[in-house]
């Protein structure tokens, strides 16, 4: 009987433990059915005004959109939901920033047109200091944000790899900061002169322009696999 009850005990350990992989396996095709939930959502607070609300809900629509490869027709009109809340509050290079996505759908570029003289009538900068934004994908961006400080910038880099699941285990991430002054449009951040970054040895080389900053590269900065600061980020504040 002891026998018995011991085999009767294992079985129902080894259930136990089958239902609890069974609950931590991400259920794909559930969630990829949240993507037309997170949009009907987001237009109920949209429709109220609630423009911060409805941009975060259709930042979802963006992601599983993304995520389940929906058709491309489909991902657009999420990129052009988010837009349209950055529209209505007056924030027309960000919304530029998203329609940017999609340039060759129809909705993108009208809705473009209709924000292009509020764009052209935006002031110029006058310095560097700003928000530049580059797409990592799944509704999320790279980030540098440029802040005078007396005669210099701080320049803040945070960056992210949305990999094949980070939707379910989160991206990998990377970030620097430096201080440092701006000379012709261009700076540099040296990891070796970063107390913080353990003695790496890469330089970001950063080269702004009116609406946007590049970056580039040299070595390996530590940061998150496939982590990169490179390439554009165009200006959004």
Known sequence: MKVVLNLLLLAGW???????AKIDEPDINGDCLKAGIYASAGKVAYQQGQFDKARE???????????CHKPQDTIATAYNNIALTYIRQGQYRKARAWLALAPDDKKSAYNLSQIQAKLDALPAAVSVAGLYWQYAGYGNWNVVEVKAEEAQFRIDFSGMYMGLMSLYYGPNTGEFSVVTTVKEGKAEYNQADDQNAGGGQCVV????????VNLHTLGDCGFGMNVQAEGPFVRVL
């Open 205 to 212: 080389n950063m080269d702004f322009a009116a609406e946007q």
């Open 57 to 67: 809900v259709f930042r979802d629509q963006v992601a599983w959109s993304e995520f």
């Open 14 to 20: 080894l259930v136990s433990l089958q239902a609890v």
